[in-house]
């Protein structure tokens, strides 16, 4: 037979479903319950914890720390709770026994006359109510228990609320500060007892330099503790990552076809002649692979498309960042009357760094600066080896193209950790000008943690020209890729009959691979 729950279970299994969903607002049963619930954590263990799970919430942003919720990370467990509720109990008796209405005893205590009340104000005036067994660190934590806006001071607001009794609902308590109001109205603004008028029984601040250094101690005890967490945070989040990166480079080894990228200590390639992207690359808008009429596969990026490849080398030269290296790609753009961005060198495809662009004439340059030699540029929808080596130590760029440099100068911006070095990551086809976003094609891309010499550019151009010649089915021949018949017997290369270009989905505009008869995301049927 099923048995309901206790009320108590309920509300203790409701209130922290609602601390995990991230609510803020409890009365103050439900805070109760809430820390008895969390008793056995630090209250720094559970800011930590909130703050990493509201972080992840997909809503409005809201200073907790003016919330009831900010109370469960102050009150270490629901003793301490009893503690504070007796004292307030204690001392909200104390005010009635002396004929004190909660305003004028507020006025009373304020001693400087500020409108808050201090932490020496308030041991003075818990001590002259005759609050027993009360220490500094009472006092202290009597004060952090009501001070809602961790301003270090009790405000009227707060005040009363401090001294409120806990079994009124918000009606009653507003009810009572109104017929408050309402007397301090009638009597001219104080109702303060005639023998404490010009009486020398007046509470005074105490103990004021010992609650300060008490109170710098524990934010510096407190300071250290959040440091703690936030390596150990740091740490656990490290570990994470180092097993997720260890778990990609091993399905990296096992894919078929072999690793992708090819990583080793000097450098990184990035292969996109293959049906899936390689592991840590981001993808930013339309791209798919496309087979050219040879069956050749390559990634196509779609205005205004970004691929962000991960560059795993650590700092050099000095620099926080890598200063000395070589970028190469094998790309196919379309050349039209805005420049048209081959990449860029930032962490960010939207935040400033040093880009690599190509102007309407071929011509290769930075941002809008170009003077690289006119008999050598690129040409519109022709596959180029382009190749970027940088010394920012030396304030050196050299752009290659096909292995020949066409492009050498020292811009102003090439230093040490400056927009020309490398922090983490570049992005193909990425600017800070939306209009150079114009996409393109990638077959490879890779990238030296080294300044290459134009000798070994030459030989990397070589190998990736070898590695796409074609084989003549009638003599065996190998052929440049782009020759369109066998230059020993003159066979025409073969062509893919089934080969087609990318086709958009018009249910969700996603560009599917040619071969594909449905849409990879909505699984809609291929226009006809």
Not at 120 to 134: D, F, I, R, S, T
Not at 467 to 486: G, H, L
Request: glycine share 6%.
């Amino acid at each position: 037979r099923f048995r309901s729950d206790r009320p108590y279970q309920v509300e203790a299994a409701y209130t922290s479903l609602r601390f995990l969903d991230c609510a803020m607002h409890f009365d103050d049963a439900q805070l109760n319950v809430l820390v008895r619930a969390m008793q056995g954590s630090e209250p720094l263990e559970r800011r930590i914890f909130f703050k990493a799970i509201l972080g992840c919430r997909r809503r409005l942003s809201q200073k907790w720390d003016e919330m009831p919720v900010a109370a469960v990370f102050r009150i270490l467990h629901e003793y301490f709770v009893l503690k504070q509720r007796a004292q307030s109990v204690r001392a909200k008796e104390a005010i009635r026994a002396r004929g004190l209405l909660l305003y004028d005893a507020f006025q009373l205590f304020d001693h400087d006359s500020n409108g808050l009340i201090s932490p020496a104000e308030l041991y003075g005036a818990l001590e002259w109510l005759g609050v027993p067994e009360l220490s500094p660190e009472d006092v202290l934590d009597f004060l952090r228990h009501a001070d809602r806006d961790n301003d270090g001071n009790l405000s009227y607001r707060e005040f009363v609320n401090l001294l409120k009794d806990p079994g009124l609902s918000s009606h009653d308590d507003d009810q009572e500060l109104a017929d408050e109001e309402l007397l301090l109205t009638e009597s001219s603004g104080s109702v303060l007892p005639v023998a404490l008028h010009g009486s020398d029984d007046v509470p005074v601040p105490k103990g004021e330099q010992e609650l300060r250094e008490l109170l710098e101690r524990r934010k510096k005890e407190e300071q250290e503790k959040m440091n703690e967490e936030s390596s150990m945070v740091s740490a656990e989040e490290a570990e994470a990552e180092e097993i997720k990166r260890n778990e990609e480079l091993l399905l990296n080894m096992l894919q078929e076809g072999g690793p992708n990228p090819v990583l080793s200590d000097v450098h990184i390639e990035y292969d996109f002649t293959r049906d899936a992207y390689p592991i840590r690359m981001r993808a930013r808008g339309n791209m798919a692979f496309q087979n050219d009429e040879y069956g050749r596969k390559h990634l196509a990026c779609y205005r205004p498309a970004v691929a962000e490849l991960e560059v795993p080398f650590a700092r050099n030269a000095g620099g926080k960042r890598l200063n000395r290296y070589t970028v190469s790609m094998q790309v196919r753009v379309e050349l039209g009357s805005e420049p048209c961005s081959l990449m860029q060198l930032s962490t960010n495809a939207r935040t400033s760094g040093a880009e690599l662009v190509v102007n309407g004439n071929g011509i290769m340059g930075f941002g809008r600066v170009f003077n690289s030699f006119e008999d050598s540029a690129m040409r519109t929808q022709q596959w180029h080896v382009v190749s970027l080596a940088v010394d920012c130590i030396d304030g050196n760029v050299v752009i290659y193209l096909d292995g020949v440099p066409v492009h050498m100068s020292s811009p102003d911006q090439c230093f040490l950790d400056g927009p020309f070095a490398l922090d983490g990551a570049i992005h193909l086809f990425g600017s800070s000008c939306e209009e150079y976003e114009r996409g393109g094609h990638v077959k490879k891309v890779a990238v030296h943690n080294s300044v290459l010499d134009s000798i070994r550019v030459e030989a990397l151009h070589s190998d990736w020209k070898v590695s796409q010649m074609w084989i003549c089915n009638r003599c065996d021949f190998r052929n440049e890729d782009i020759a369109t018949a066998c230059g020993i017997c003159e066979t025409p290369r073969p062509i893919l009959q089934d080969a087609g270009e990318p086709w958009q989905c018009i249910a969700c505009t996603f560009y599917n691979p040619g071969a594909r008869q449905m849409c990879e995301i909505c699984n809609s049927a291929k226009p006809e």
